[in-house]
């Protein structure tokens, strides 16, 4: 049981350190940065600052697991770039309710596949639960009470690209922890990440962007970013390591409706007092829809944990 709250605890810390970074993701790419892949190369690039780990447990494991890595890597830096690409558009709220229901769906089904992991019935359950309350955590209205609109096949193509590439990411990534050790391991697949940010040389106009960026980049830019960084890679590190030491990296992605419900109330609060940062549409029945995906989320965090 410590073992199975452990992996539980660190998840959780995961997605509460992702929740800072995504809110500050929406303000740099709505507000800061012109090019998605501007972002992207840099979050690669950044991501070769794992090697402070090296020390620690770093060495050239099975060309299989160099190959799964790369796969992880490769798959995460595109799941980036489609999913930014679809956010800067302007249509965040159609695009998060597809991340967070198929991205899980995805996971469960390459990992049936891929690594042949089942779940018992509770797991399932509070599987079902939580994905459940991702989607009802992650879906927006309009005020008007509209929902979600299906007609611009473009954007919604590319979240469901997104949703597959992250599900590959981390299946390919529990492979990699399936046959060696966790620093390694992760760290092979950060390198993979930086090969996979490489093709944006190939485009002069991307290129002349990724160069320009930080040189005009203003203080508030740069310190946003950076505070982004720091809270994503913590955050992505404890996930991985959630990942690692899991039962299932199902159970792990469809926690990520604590996520969901922290960019809510994150956005909720700076809607009020900083508007100009970030401003989240707020009537009493989106409210009263949230609470309940938080509950629903609540549920299924405590029929999980009794389940293991």
Do not use: C
Request: glycine share 8%; charged share 10%; aromatic share 14%.
């Amino acid at each position: 049981m410590p073992y199975q709250i452990g992996w539980l605890s660190v998840t959780i810390a995961a997605y509460v350190l992702h929740s800072f970074a995504a809110i500050l993701d929406k303000f740099l790419l709505t507000q800061r940065i012109q090019r998605p892949s501007t972002y992207v190369f840099w979050v690669g690039v950044l991501g070769l600052g794992v090697f402070v780990l090296a020390p620690f447990g770093f060495f050239v494991p099975a060309n299989s697991v160099i190959i799964n890595a790369f796969v992880s890597g490769v798959a995460f830096t595109f799941a980036l770039f489609f999913f930014y690409i679809a956010m800067q558009s302007g249509e965040a709220s159609r695009v998060t309710p597809i991340i967070g229901a198929l991205s899980p769906i995805f996971v469960f089904l390459l990992s049936r596949g891929i690594l042949g992991e089942t779940l018992s019935s509770g797991e399932l359950a509070a599987f079902v639960i939580l994905v459940t309350g991702s989607v009802l955590m992650s879906i927006t209205r309009k005020i008007d009470g509209t929902s979600v609109n299906h007609h611009d096949l473009k954007i919604f193509g590319l979240a469901i690209l997104a949703s597959f590439l992250f599900g590959v990411t981390y299946v390919f990534e529990k492979a990699v922890f399936n046959e060696t050790a966790f620093i390694s391991g992760f760290i092979w697949t950060r390198i993979g990440g930086f090969f996979g940010v490489l093709p944006f040389l190939v485009f002069s106009a991307t290129r002349s962007s990724i160069f320009e960026a930080p040189r005009l980049a203003d203080r508030v830019t740069m310190g946003a970013f950076f505070a982004n960084k720091a809270a994503g890679a913590l955050g992505f590190f404890l996930l991985s390591f959630a990942i690692s030491i899991a039962p299932s990296v199902s159970l792990v992605n469809a926690l990520q409706g604590i996520e969901y419900a922290l960019i809510f109330l994150l956005a909720l609060f700076l809607s009020k007092v900083r508007p100009a940062i970030l401003e989240e549409e707020v009537t009493t029945r989106i409210v009263l829809e949230k609470t309940f995906a938080i509950l629903l989320i609540a549920g299924g965090l405590v029929l999980l944990s009794f389940s293991q």
